[in-house]
């Protein structure tokens, strides 16, 4: 197949970027709502007493952390498996998720795809960086679950 025929770098970049935007559209509130309100009452008085967090503080980063980590699992990992074949940017610049051979992915390789994302991001995002210069454009996620990103 033509290099054309897969997504690459900068169009994977730009869906990136489109899915940052909705998921903060998302989590800004919820981090406003969450803990920021906890981290006012952290400055207001000055920092931490004794250099400990209080308790209140540490469980309102917590949930929204969860929070936070949760909506990412689940916009990738229930959109990357549907009909949809990808999140929402990805639709919009028109490019799909697929196995090897062009079929949809199930929720399990999608959750497998989306956990190895943490190991491209280690080391500089050698892993993303990959997608430029490798067969078909994958990045080390997409070689470790077996999928591919076409542009259709």
């Known amino acids: 197949m033509p290099d054309s025929y897969y997504g690459g770098f900068w169009i ?3 869906a990136y970027f489109i899915d940052q935007a909705i998921l903060g559209v ?7 709502l969450l803990a920021l309100p906890s981290l006012l009452t952290v400055i207001h008085n000055g920092g931490f007493e004794q250099d400990a967090p209080p308790p209140q503080f540490v469980i309102s980063i917590l949930l929204f952390g969860l929070a936070a980590v949760s909506a990412h699992l689940l916009y990738e990992i229930v959109l990357t498996s549907s009909n949809w074949q990808g999140t929402i940017g990805k639709k919009l610049l028109r490019l799909k998720v697929t196995d090897d051979f062009g079929n949809r992915i199930s929720a399990g390789r999608s959750a497998g795809r989306f956990f190895s994302k943490i190991l491209s991001g ?14 078909r454009k994958r990045g080390l996620h997409d070689v470790i679950a077996k999928t591919q990103v076409l542009r259709y």
């Open 12 to 14: 994977r970049l730009a």
């Open 26 to 32: 998302v989590l800004v509130p919820l981090f406003m």
């Open 122 to 135: 280690m080391a500089s995002y050698i892993g993303f960086i990959m997608i430029a210069f490798m067969d």
